[in-house]
């Protein structure tokens, strides 16, 4: 086998077997639905919050 096929078979399997930045992409996407679940949160209870101030500002 020439040395250049050599060179991109070897190059191909450790693209092949090199899996740390699927990890990262995958600890991203994670990291993302965790952020958006929080900001998600806490704009429904400030809007229910608010709500409740505007209920409790209405009695007096």
Known sequence: MPV???????????F???ES????I???LIASA????IVTAVGNIGSN???TYSTI???F
Do not use: D, P, W
């Open 4 to 14: 250049t096929v050599q060179f991109f078979t070897r190059k191909a399997r450790q």
């Open 16 to 18: 092949k077997n090199h």
């Open 21 to 24: 930045g699927v990890a990262a």
């Open 26 to 28: 995958e600890y991203a």
């Open 34 to 37: 965790v952020v958006l679940g």
């Open 49 to 51: 919050l608010s709500a």
């Open 57 to 59: 500002a209405g009695m």
